[in-house]
């Protein structure tokens, strides 16, 4: 008897309260972002601006030296402690960046977030020390702390930041603690001292400082905690949207492929039957199949045209990744490709490219110039000229495609870049036309803010003038 | 004789083009999925590939086994290879010859579909030729 054979089951639900809550998601890469790129800008930053506190006490303590300006401002005189800390922090500075570019060497995230922490603590105990010297009663300096707590609500989590308040509430007490015990004399920049050493100033002094503190610790972190809400919520929203787009683009290319491919097979076929590989047919057989590979291969033009208009159609200004792309390069693509039409047509090319640099979207840009130059073509009289210019212009750059063809009345004009419309004449000269052309010619111009001019004389033929905008120069 | 394997899932095309192929005196084998091609390749390695982008299970596919083609060992890695494809994923337009590059799309040369055989054969040929001299 043979064995059974494994029955594999799978449950597939669909119901959206499932599906895991992409908000979840974006915290965990935003918090990702923060910990690799964010943090070593962090850091960076961190050590610049360290860089101008040390500026700043360097210059604080060589003023110091010239006794006219300080004994004006009753200050004290000849100071040295600006000059020992400067020296600390320059040699924490350098060994802060040195480690932060060893570890992004190494792209170690956990050392980069112990750099700035070490940095975050050790610069607290530096400025502790700093507010000791300045005066840590008779001055306002304590609210220099604040710095380094409302960064903190910035860049950290609130339970972070509150940890950071707390430890800079430790070390203020344990100054003016010890200031108080006596351990360490108490210091000022002040020659004369504005306070007596009471303890009950000291601690009503104190009680004041870390309420306000904690207070701007409570509404700082409450703000940044809005906006990182904000920040999840835009990024949430952003990742969709791209999930959106990506799979718009790979439904638009299945679609193009499940419609396109059948009549390719169709297409081969009828070839196969026509070069005699199934035996001889009869002429008007010949004929048949020519008219049904002609058809099959205008839908499959028609298709490809209706899923290009679809796209553009859902094109804005602000999804457009523009590159700088030389126009003339641009023309002779398109050139190429309907060279075969206007061989077929007897039409003669007559080209005068000019390099012209624009920012554009590449495949905008070749379906705008392919359908304009084959309609160029197309409807032109037998052996006429089609002539493309492309100059760098006065003052914008501009594309010229005049054919000398059957042209368009001027009542009919306005019409000429809505879907499907075709004019009478068009379709008596060219019943291959599907009307789409110029629709996707119109909306590529939407897009870019494109000029077009349209001359024409019946009978005599159209010109097509396009005009770039100057925000689409390069230099811009 | 040169050996030519077509690579493609559309049964209705690929037949066709392999007799059209096989008349033009070329031995022909088709294969229509990626699998059956990557064995095949090893078993016989042909002197050109016809290759589809698209595969029903994924929408690169084609890309993906010239990619593996040139990055394989011996011999097999210098296959020429020739793009055939109802859509690319340049998409909205068909592809150009900037597109020919050796991480997106590693092939000789590639045609779009639905294409003229008589286009495809003066194609072969040429590749087939280029493909002898650079030997010699």
């Given at each position: 008897m043979a064995p059974a054979s494994e029955i594999h089951e799978q449950v597939f639900d669909f119901s959206?309260?499932?599906?895991?809550a992409s908000n979840d998601t974006c915290k965990i890469m935003l918090n990702a972002i923060l910990f690799n790129d964010l943090l070593v800008d962090h850091i960076y930053w961190y050590c610049r601006f360290r860089w101008i506190v040390i500026a700043v006490l360097l210059g604080f303590g060589l003023s110091s030296f010239v006794a006219e300006i300080f004994n004006y401002l009753d200050l004290r005189s000849n100071l040295y402690w600006p000059f020992c800390i400067a020296g600390v922090a320059i040699v924490l500075n350098l060994l802060f960046m040195t480690h932060a570019s060893l570890s992004l060497k190494s792209v170690s995230s956990k050392n980069l977030l112990k750099n700035m922490w070490t940095q975050i603590l050790l610069d607290l105990i530096i400025l502790t020390i700093v507010v000791h010297y300045v005066g840590s009663l008779n001055?306002?300096?304590?609210?220099?702390?604040l710095f380094h707590i409302v960064l903190s609500c910035i860049f950290f989590t609130r339970t972070q930041s509150l940890l950071v308040t707390i430890y800079s509430s430790i070390l203020l007490v344990t100054c003016l603690t010890l200031e108080f015990i006596g351990i360490v004399p108490a210091s000022s920049i002040?020659?004369?001292?504005?306070?007596?050493?009471d303890i009950h100033i000291i601690i009503i002094h104190t009680t004041m400082i870390l309420s306000i503190w904690f207070v701007v610790w409570y509404l700082v972190s409450y703000i940044s905690s809005l906006v990182r809400e904000r920040d999840y919520e835009l990024c949430t929203t952003n990742q969709r949207l791209k999930e959106t787009q990506e799979e718009k683009t790979q439904h638009l290319l299945r679609l193009t492929h499940e419609l396109k491919a059948p009549f390719a097979a169709i297409d081969a076929n009828i070839q196969l039957i026509q070069k005699g590989h199934c035996g001889v047919l009869p002429d008007k057989a010949i004929v048949l199949l020519e008219r049904v590979g002609a058809r099959s291969r205008k839908l499959g033009e028609v298709i490809q045209a209706m899923l290009q208009l679809e796209n553009v159609q859902k094109m804005t200004t602000e999804m457009l990744k523009g590159e700088s792309l030389d126009l003339a390069e641009i023309i002779k693509w398109c050139l190429a490709q309907v060279q075969p039409t206007a061989e077929k047509q007897g039409v003669k090319l007559e080209t005068n490219l000019e390099s012209v640099h624009v920012n554009a979207n590449e495949d905008c840009m070749k379906m705008l110039f392919s359908n304009v130059i084959s309609n160029a073509i197309l409807y032109s009289h037998p052996n006429a000229q089609v002539t493309v210019n492309c100059s760098a212009g006065n003052p914008h750059p501009t594309v010229l495609v005049e054919d000398h063809g059957i042209g368009i009345s001027p009542e009919k004009i306005g019409k000429?870049?809505?879907?499907?419309y075709r004019t009478d004449e068009a379709v008596t000269h060219?019943?291959?036309?599907?009307?789409?052309g110029l629709a996707i010619v119109k909306h590529v111009a939407q897009i870019h803010r494109l000029s077009i001019r349209v001359a024409s004389e019946p009978k005599v033929g159209t010109k097509f003038e396009i005009l770039f905008p100057s925000s689409l120069s390069p230099s811009t | 004789m040169a050996y030519i394997m077509i690579v493609d899932d559309d049964d209705d095309f690929s037949f066709a083009t392999a007799t059209i192929l096989e008349s033009a005196g070329y031995e022909v084998r088709v294969e229509s999925n990626i699998p059956s091609a990557e064995s095949s390749l090893i078993t016989k390695q042909p002197d050109l590939v016809i290759l589809d982008a698209m595969f029903p299970e994924n929408n690169s596919a084609g890309f993906e086994l010239a990619r593996k083609i040139r990055q394989?060992?011996?011999?097999?890695?210098d296959t020429p290879i020739l793009m055939l494809t109802?859509?690319?994923?340049?998409?909205?337009l068909g592809f150009n010859?900037?597109?020919?590059?050796?991480?997106w799309m590693p092939v000789e040369d590639f045609l779009e579909k639905p294409v003229d055989f008589d286009i495809l054969k003066n194609r072969v040929a040429n590749i087939l030729r280029n493909a002898k001299n650079k030997t010699l």
């Open positions: 959206p309260e499932l599906q895991p001055t306002v300096i304590s609210f220099s702390f002040y020659r004369y001292n504005m306070f007596s050493p000429i870049f809505d879907e499907y060219n019943k291959n036309s599907n009307g789409l | 394989s060992d011996g011999k097999l890695k109802a859509v690319n994923s340049r998409f909205p010859d900037s597109d020919i590059d050796e991480a």
